[in-house]
């Protein structure tokens, strides 16, 4: 029998599932604090400063170089660059208040520079070239990645490059897409998330540019008019992207520049945005992935040198998307 997430209440976790995600990270334990069991303020907020000081928060800024950069760029094809780092820092909720964060975005903003030439030494360009780091490059996908990190880390100043060239970049049907410059008229799920997050980010820390809603509002409707993995066209499920690299209905943790169906979810719930019947059978689908224990599984990893090890491996249960999907199912059924 198919759920029917519009009158499904919120599952309710056991207590061994949460008590499991309390016993990790400080990274994972202070989401949950305030995410699922309702924390008092000052508890979560003890709780996130560890982030810097402990487990894979202190690993990875630990691995900063002398120059501000991580493996001694700004972007690679790995997953342990600049960017990549800055990222996963972002989403481990490494306080940008701490001494610890203006210390580690200091060194990167004053000495991380872009370079035109790319990994395989083809050269890509002059327009950003020598670039500051959260200036960014050509690239919206990339430029994503590097706004919201600018954002979060209290750079929007820097980054207004960015903001003007996503703004700029927004196709038709809402969406963006990294092949825009090569004639692709049609959006990507994998780019436009990326857009979206880093719009997101600025608005969050205080960017007021009434273009910037107006753009991310449209690009939210992009997701949402395709239920989030189904095609406008024929409403045919989307199982991976035109390139095969990306599965949308399997789930990953990093997500890197990937798009699937519960990072879309977690945009929209960070966003406060009102549940309605378009997101129902993606809400379904991560229910659905629930297995008998409680947990869910880390469906994808995509290849690549992580600086970090933090789940068990492809097809254990992750404690990354068991706190997603539980936080999503509590939003949409205190939402519907």
Not at 5 to 13: F, G, L, V
Not at 18 to 26: E, G, K, T
Request: proline fraction near 4%.
């Amino acid at each position: 029998m198919a759920i029917n997430p519009s009158k499904q209440q919120a599952p309710k976790p056991e207590k061994s599932v949460i008590q499991r995600l309390l016993d990790s990270d400080p990274s994972i334990r202070w989401q949950v604090m305030r995410d699922l069991i309702g924390a008092p303020a000052d508890e979560v907020a003890a709780e996130r400063a560890r982030v810097a000081t402990e487990g894979w928060g202190a690993h990875l800024l630990a691995l900063q170089g002398a120059d501000g950069s991580w493996a001694g760029t700004a972007w690679n094809h790995g997953w342990n660059s600049t960017m990549h780092v800055l990222s996963l820092l972002r989403e481990l909720g490494l306080d940008p208040a701490s001494n610890e964060a203006h210390r580690t975005v200091g060194l990167v903003r004053d000495h991380v520079r872009w370079k035109g030439w790319d990994w395989d030494g083809t050269w890509r360009g002059l327009e950003f070239d020598g670039n500051p780091f959260f200036a960014g490059e050509v690239e919206p996908c990339i430029n994503g990645q590097v706004g919201a990190s600018s954002a979060y880390f209290g750079q929007n100043t820097q980054s207004e490059r960015i903001i003007d060239l996503l703004l700029a970049e927004q196709l038709s049907d809402g969406g963006w897409n990294c092949e825009a410059a090569n004639g692709s008229t049609r959006s990507s799920f994998n780019t436009t998330i990326c857009v979206l997050e880093a719009l997101l980010e600025y608005e969050l820390a205080g960017g007021t540019n009434a273009a910037v809603t107006e753009a991310r509002l449209r690009g939210q409707e992009y997701l949402l008019e395709r239920h989030l993995f189904r095609r406008r066209s024929t409403g045919e499920v989307i199982e991976q992207d035109r390139d095969g690299g990306t599965m949308w209905t399997r789930f990953a943790f990093p997500t890197w520049w990937h798009y699937d169906v519960l990072r879309g979810l977690e945009y929209l719930r960070h966003a406060n945005v009102v549940p309605d019947e378009r997101m129902a059978e993606a809400i379904d689908l991560v229910a659905s992935k629930r297995s008998s224990d409680g947990w869910w599984l880390l469906e994808t990893q995509y290849p690549g040198e992580m600086p970090v090890k933090m789940d068990e491996g492809e097809g254990s249960p992750s404690r990354w998307i068991t706190l997603r999907a539980l936080r999503v199912l509590n939003w949409y059924s205190a939402g519907d």
